[in-house]
């Protein structure tokens, strides 16, 4: 069972760490993905971090603002959120890619998704 938490209500240019936590798994098996979803819009890809944390990938959207990082000791996976922006107000889901490969940027890519976070960003 996956978990993401962490959200809240912050303004724009202010920062914010999200943690996802798995029980029952060991994370270091797996990527990881973190997906947002806002109000009346689909669900998007935010970025992934692969098994061994050496490799990341983020959407353009968030590219050099949002940093993706892992402890595969803690178990736990992080979302660095810097200079947020009103469009950053979203849900945020973690979600765990059973592929032995990198993972991917598609949500039909992930298997198990945690129950999402708020994140609300106010100008």
Same mark, same amino acid.
């Given at each position: ?5 962490? @959200? /809240?209500?912050?303004?724009?240019? *202010? #920062?914010?760490?999200?943690?996802? !936590?798995? +029980?029952?798994?060991?994370?270091? $098996? ?22 061994? @944390? /050496?490799?990341?990938?983020?959407? *353009? #959207?968030?590219?050099?603002?949002? !940093?993706? +990082?892992?402890?595969?000791?803690? $178990? ?48």
């Amino acid at each position: 069972q996956l978990q993401a938490f962490g @959200g /809240g209500l912050v303004k724009v240019g *202010d #920062s914010l760490r999200l943690s996802c !936590t798995a +029980s029952g798994r060991t994370f270091s $098996n797996y990527g990881v993905g973190w997906f947002r979803q806002a109000p009346g819009k689909e669900r998007e890809f935010v970025t992934a971090i692969s098994r061994s @944390g /050496g490799t990341t990938f983020y959407a *353009d #959207s968030v590219k050099g603002r949002f !940093t993706i +990082s892992r402890n595969n000791a803690k $178990n736990m996976v992080y979302l660095q959120m810097n200079s947020v922006k009103p469009e950053d107000t979203a849900v945020y889901y973690c979600a765990v890619d059973l592929n032995v490969g990198l993972p991917g940027t598609r949500d039909s890519e992930y298997d198990y998704w945690g129950q999402g976070t708020q994140v609300t960003v106010s100008s």
